[in-house]
């Protein structure tokens, strides 16, 4: 059958491609490639822009082909796109017309200008017809990401007197006699809000709460995904830490948790501190705490690696706004060594001028020594170094200067600190913010559970215990026996981290008393 041959072609020559390009797939990869590099090997005639970024699904193209059915046309069009530098990742929907073959490929490329390169690659090949192409990424967010859907059906007159009126009044009245019912008898008990006014949105800075809102999307997504946590996204047209207090303070009834996001420092501090004493339910800035977790249990199952204990390390974090300072709290509570935080002034030592309150608090309780200098200065001998800034502060050169078997947690995003593949093979254990590269340090492996064992005991507050029983929990999902350099976190797709979370979270509320009574 020529489709059979077709796919034949396709395969060979992918395979062909892989041995004439030394490339590895990173997604997935449990083990270092053999010289070092985690991704894509040197080599070949696109070694150098592959180099510098490599095919990702964030920047995936949809090609709907129409192709001469005769043996060889799908081949020459894989080997074109290899060529070119794209990475075939599926392809869909075959269907063989007489002298026609259609066909739709999902395509990775490293941007959006590589994206319309392949697209301009397929058009020019013989016996390929681009019938359609489109951006995958931004396909996916048409409509949004989210919709409300019912939990009860009302088919009849007797499903709507209950469901509405008159029967709902009852229930309206039972929650005006006791308002904590309203936990039990609403949304509240299971829907959080995801609250956030766009001004520090990923690595992109302050691009408004518009543009904020397909990141509080997904993160309602995931809330829903993984722990079964209703989430809703609330983007607030004010910058004013006080207008955002009051704003949630006012809608807090509807909600049983709220999920600060992507709130600039030091705001956030400003308005978490706040809220968590004004209000009963638990109040939780992901973008400090969420990090901190994950990181923390990355860290923990990093240490079992090279054979060091948290107290005997040294920490470099590069990055002092919310992830940074929360990075450095939770380590400073968990016993390790020499922490030193650096902004873009240079180290952050008790002293310096330009610190804002946050800032002041962690230079008053890190670097002892009180080491000045720049980010290159001061990683000179750290065992760690974690990365919450931005892209490409760090190369080779200053991991050659730390201490024997660094491991390098680079996070920025969406492009990190120093990218595994400059790394040069250099850091025991790396690890970035991205899902393209092992290690993935996603804050989805925390806050989804953090809330679902949260509300399954009614905690009215998240404390510190609760943060550091999550990143246990999360550590420990990694098998012992399964534990790499390129495996320290679970994947963000395992299913079970989240009930494991949710378990040492709800138990460590109980044993704080954190719980409504």
Request: glycine share 10%.
């Amino acid at each position: 059958m020529r489709w059979m041959l077709a796919l034949n072609v396709v395969q060979r020559a992918v395979r062909f491609l892989e041995r004439r390009r030394g490339s590895f797939l990173c997604v997935g990869e449990t083990r270092r490639p053999a010289d070092g590099c985690m991704g894509v090997r040197t080599g070949g005639p696109l070694a150098s822009q592959a180099m510098s970024k490599v095919p990702t699904a964030a920047y995936s193209i949809g090609l709907k082909i129409v192709l001469d059915n005769v043996p060889g046309t799908l081949g020459r069009f894989a080997v074109a796109i290899g060529e070119a530098g794209g990475n075939i990742a599926g392809a869909t929907g075959f269907e063989a017309k007489g002298p026609s073959v259609s066909r739709t490929i999902d395509i990775h490329a490293r941007d959006e200008a590589h994206g319309r390169k392949l697209v301009e690659v397929a058009n020019t090949l013989s016996g390929v017809t681009v019938v359609e192409w489109w951006d995958r990424t931004f396909r996916i967010h048409e409509g949004g990401k989210i919709e409300v859907l019912p939990l009860c059906g009302v088919a009849d007159a007797h499903d709507l007197a209950m469901a509405y009126t008159p029967g709902v009044a009852r229930v309206c009245m039972a929650i005006h006699d006791d308002v904590a019912k309203t936990h039990e008898y609403t949304i509240k008990k299971n829907t959080v809000a995801i609250v956030s006014d766009g001004t520090a949105v990923l690595g992109l800075g302050d691009i408004g709460p518009e543009a904020a809102m397909p990141v509080m999307e997904g993160k309602a997504l995931l809330f829903k995904e993984f722990a079964g946590v209703d989430g809703f996204p609330i983007c607030l047209d004010t910058k004013d830490p006080e207008e955002i207090i009051e704003t949630v303070e006012r809608i807090a009834p509807t909600f049983g948790g709220i999920n600060l996001e992507d709130i600039a420092a030091p705001a956030c501090f400003t308005i978490e501190d706040t809220l968590k004493e004004r209000l009963d339910i638990p109040v939780f800035h992901d973008d400090q705490h969420g990090t901190a977790v994950v990181t923390l249990a990355g860290l923990t199952n990093s240490l079992k690696l090279i054979d060091k204990k948290p107290e005997d390390c040294s920490v470099v974090i590069s990055g002092m706004g919310a992830a940074g300072l929360a990075i450095g709290k939770i380590l400073r509570d968990a016993g390790y060594g020499e922490l030193i935080g650096v902004d873009s002034t240079g180290s952050i030592y008790s002293g310096r001028d330009r610190l804002n309150f946050a800032k002041a608090w962690f230079a008053d309780h890190t670097n002892p020594d009180r080491k000045a200098g720049t980010l290159q200065d001061v990683i000179e001998g750290a065992d760690i170094f974690i990365g919450v800034s931005a892209p490409d502060l760090i190369d080779a050169s200053d991991l050659r200067k730390m201490a024997p078997n660094p491991i390098v947690f680079a996070m920025a995003n969406p492009d990190p600190e120093i990218r595994p593949e400059a790394a040069d093979g250099l850091a025991a254990v790396m690890a970035t913010g991205r899902s393209d590269f092992p290690n993935q340090i996603n804050n989805v492996l925390a806050f989804p559970g953090i809330f679902r064992g949260a509300f399954d005991v009614g905690a009215h507050s998240i404390t510190e215990s609760m943060k550091v029983a999550a990143a246990h929990a999360i550590a420990a999902t990694v098998d012992e026996n399964d534990l790499t350099p390129n495996f320290v976190v679970p994947s963000v797709f395992d299913h079970t981290v989240a009930p494991a979370v949710a378990a040492a979270v709800a138990n460590a509320a109980v044993i704080d008393g954190a719980i409504r009574s």
